[in-house]
């Protein structure tokens, strides 16, 4: 998500926290984009970055070091598949792209809300379809190319995600939304260039068996830094995507 986006969902969710968070904690960190984007949001708060991957969890102590965020973005290693991990009370539970990966989404709703304070604040966000990157026509042959990436991991069940808020509503939350916000970020090429090869580097073993193989060569050309028609030396590509947001208060 780009920071823009970021921004974007980010003020729209938390008009319904409190004012000044003393504790958030995220859900699913990953990398910690969104842990160290809330501590530079809240630099009052207290940031508690959860994840399954120790390696992950290792990329975020280093990069809330690199950005003096240290003292206040701590990492706990846990799997919310098997427990809820003794991170304390929180004003803000944030859980971005995560929701749908756990295998009892309910249990772990009525986790967040018995560790929200009074009043507290969760925020769902969900990818709705997969980042774009490409042009219609790549140059290079077979037009359409991402259109069928995306059909086919589609049909592997990647980002397959429900509206939350029935459950969250049954799980006793106030709901507000949802909420989408659409980006279509301009960044400068090779900065895109770099998100676009993380992406399609990501998704390319799960395409091995679901795509053609006229389009796997197309695509392993992208991929390929010696290749005239890669993505590093592209500047046609833009980052388009949607996020949508539910809010809801214990």
């Known amino acids: 998500m780009s920071r823009t986006s970021w921004a974007e969902v980010a003020a729209w969710a938390t008009r319904y926290a409190v004012a000044s968070p003393s504790r958030i904690i995220d859900l699913g960190t990953g990398a910690g984009a969104g842990a160290l984007a809330l501590a530079r949001r809240f630099p009052a708060a207290e940031v508690v970055a959860v994840d399954r991957s120790p390696v ?10 690199q950005q003096e965020l240290g003292e206040r ?7 919310l598949d098997t427990a809820w991990p003794a991170v304390g009370a929180a ?34 966000v969900e990818m709705d379809g997969l980042p774009r990157f490409l042009p219609e026509d790549l ?13 086919a991991l589609a049909d592997a069940g990647w980002n397959a995600h429900p509206d939350w808020r029935p ?42 068996d679901r795509l053609a ?12 830094p010696e290749h005239p028609g890669a993505l ?9 995507a949607d996020r949508t947001v539910w809010a809801a208060r214990a």
């Open 139 to 151: 140059g290079i042959g077979r037009p359409g190319l991402e259109s069928r990436c995306h059909r």
């Open 232 to 240: 590093q030396h592209r500047r046609d590509l833009r980052l388009r």
């Open 91 to 124: 004003d803000l539970v944030w859980a971005s792209s995560f929701l749908h990966e756990v295998a009892d989404p309910g249990a772990v709703l009525q986790d967040v809300r018995a560790a929200l304070r009074p009043g507290g604040l969760l925020a769902v």
């Open 56 to 65: 992950m969890l290792d990329r975020v102590r280093a990069a809330a070091r």
């Open 73 to 79: 973005v701590h990492v706990v290693h846990a799997d």
């Open 167 to 208: 459950l969250l509503e049954r799980t006793g939350f106030e709901v507000h939304g949802p909420h989408t916000v659409s980006t279509a970020a301009q960044h400068e090429p090779q900065v895109t260039a770099h998100y676009a090869q993380a992406w399609l580097t990501h998704m390319r073993p799960a395409l091995r």
């Open 213 to 224: 193989a006229e389009d796997r060569a197309v695509l392993d050309q992208l991929l390929t």
